[in-house]
């Protein structure tokens, strides 16, 4: 073995005479920062996007507090929200191959949106959870038409599978 190869040895944690090893620890000498660089994430680390962000997950009501008009508004503009976006990507089912991904963003978006919808609904499933009967009644008239086939699912049935398959 060359000294030059004794010297790398030492800066990237050589452990042996013969070779370097598998794992080679990094030397607390080296500034925090660089040694970051050398730190490996598993895939599953890389890859991994939490399963719902929290900004979509709806805050449980609290005992006897009521769901406000505004957060009813919001829901109904969800509603609208993924309407509009579904009818976009309905829209741009014939877009070439290159140009799906723009699709799929709104496909993602669109899905997303719909299982906010479905949080929500499920997280005010309470008659004590508004202050008046008719409110609880247009709740539950949203909740079976938001059930009701007919829905969907972007990501397992985009729209260009309808046809061209992309030929």
Known sequence: MLDSDLSLGRFIGHTEQTGYSS???????????????????????????????????????????????????????????????????????????????IVEDKMRRSDATLQKIYRTIYAWDSPDAFKSPKDWVKLQEIRMRIEEDGKRDWANNPPWADGDLGE
């Open 23 to 101: 794992s080679a620890t990094i030397p607390s000498s080296i500034p925090l920062r660089l040694r970051n660089i050398f730190h490996r994430r598993t895939r599953s680390q890389v890859t991994r996007q939490p399963a719902v962000p929290p900004g979509d997950v709806p805050r449980p009501l609290a005992p006897g507090r009521e769901v406000t008009p505004e957060e009813i508004r919001d829901l109904g503009e969800l509603i609208r929200k993924r309407y509009e976006l579904d009818v976009e990507i309905w829209g741009l089912r014939h877009v070439k191959p290159r140009d799906r991904r």
